[in-house]
């Protein structure tokens, strides 16, 4: 009889720290959860492409968390850790386009990236030739693309000012917006009023140099090189051509 009743209370004393252990109210907080997106994708210009195939990917994951954008542009990345997280967009034939900073929280549902970027095509906008003239208070540039711009193909070129001729999409004082160029050669006039605007004094020496680059230039603020980067620019240019400043 004793025999039983220990037997008895053994059982018990099991069962009751089984079910202790698998008590569903006892809750396990979440370390990873999914992120969300979606792009639009473009040619050099403004002529829409599929939008899949792009590559998603958490930057600096390991395992690496990244997932591939379907025929309407979403990507879904799973089981991505908590924190703060950067994205790298990648495709092939693209410029790498950059986001800083996702804000990745627990939650019951994905967290939704909610900026939607437009990203284009790397250039195929060669610069073959650049001049550089002042004439009275104007500076007119000069820069001749392969392929030529023409009304019914427009190409694009950004321009890049600094005090010294090495000057380049990194190596600036100025950059211009995406410039179309629908003649060849293109030409930008800058008046007096303009290049002071910009910080380059009267009787300076200015250096310009220009690229061919993509209506949807993938353009992108790096905090940690404190710069803008320009993914789709042509590297096929010349010389920086230089001018005084009226």
Not at 15 to 29: E, G, L, M, R, Y
Not at 106 to 120: C, E, F, H, K, N
Not at 156 to 168: D, E, I, P, T
Request: a negative charge; proline letters at 5%.
């Amino acid at each position: 009889m004793i025999r039983v009743l220990a037997f008895v209370l053994t059982c018990t004393v099991l069962a009751t720290s089984c079910n202790t252990n698998d008590d569903p109210a006892v809750d396990i907080a979440p370390n990873a959860s999914d992120i969300s997106g979606s792009v639009f994708l473009y040619g050099e210009g403004t002529e829409r492409t599929s939008n899949e195939g792009m590559t998603v990917t958490v930057e600096n994951t390991n395992p690496v968390k990244s997932a591939t954008t379907d025929a309407n542009g979403r990507f879904l990345i799973k089981d991505v850790p908590l924190g703060t997280h950067n994205l790298i967009f990648t495709k092939s034939g693209y410029g790498t386009f950059k986001m800083f900073d996702i804000a990745h929280v627990a939650d019951d549902r994905p967290t939704a990236v909610t900026a939607i970027p437009s990203l284009g095509t790397l250039s195929t906008t060669q610069i073959t030739a650049l001049t550089a003239l002042t004439v009275g208070s104007e500076v007119t540039i000069e820069a001749t693309t392969n392929p030529a711009g023409n009304t019914g193909n427009s190409r694009y070129v950004r321009f890049f000012l600094h005090n010294a001729a090495n000057v380049s999409d990194v190596f600036h004082t100025v950059y211009s917006p995406t410039l179309v160029s629908r003649s060849n050669p293109f030409v930008k006039t800058y008046t007096r009023t303009e290049l002071n605007a910009m910080g380059f004094a009267s009787g300076s020496t200015v250096f310009v140099r220009v690229y061919g680059d993509s209506y949807w230039s993938n353009q992108y603020d790096d905090p940690g090189l404190d710069r803008r980067i320009f993914p789709n620019l042509n590297p096929t240019t010349v010389t920086a051509a230089s001018f005084v400043v009226p």
